[in-house]
């Protein structure tokens, strides 16, 4: 179950036709206001202006988090049945009877990625693949390697 602060894109359709025109926009600015978190879990936008566009919105709204997935081009070539584990991972980890505030789910993204980037098959783990946008980048774990730190591309 996913709370009531946490908005979900599961499909790049609605995610794309959220940014598609101008008050499609304004609808998810709306949408968007009291969330804690931002979970897309499908590709971002290819082309880079709706992109650059949805995360000005997370910004402007102030949505403190912002989880997603390395866009489809780059993960490593995983069949359908890891990148579904993958998202069932990511649909874990913001559980709303484990979700207690965002700390923890700092603390517990720190340990899956920590976890992850150790085993064997790190290219296969929600850990490898999870990217976040956080609005207090002092909580950004260290001793990472650069490539996987939580400031990072698209």
């Not at 566009?53 to 993960?75: A, N, Q, T, Y």
């Not at 069949?79 to 998202?87: A, E, F, K, T, V």
Request: charge should be positive; aromatic fraction near 6%; proline fraction near 3%.
């Amino acid at each position: 179950m996913i709370a009531e602060n946490i908005l979900a894109f599961e499909h790049e359709n609605e995610l794309n036709s959220s940014l598609s025109n101008a008050q499609q926009i304004k609808q998810l600015g709306i949408r968007l206001e009291n969330k804690v978190i931002l979970k897309i879990s499908c590709a971002l936008p290819s082309k880079a202006k709706p992109k650059e566009r949805l995360f000005e919105i997370i910004l402007e709204k102030g949505v403190p988090v912002c989880l997603w997935i390395k866009s489809k081009d780059k993960r490593d070539e995983l069949n359908d049945l890891h990148y579904q584990s993958i998202i069932n991972e990511l649909n874990n980890l913001i559980k709303v009877e484990e979700l207690r505030d965002v700390n923890r789910l700092y603390a517990r993204i720190f340990k899956i990625r920590r976890e992850h980037l150790a085993d064997a098959c790190k290219k296969r783990r929600l850990g490898y693949h999870l990217r976040i946008l956080c609005d207090y980048t002092e909580r950004r774990p260290i001793n990472l390697p650069a490539f996987n730190q939580l400031t990072t591309n698209y």
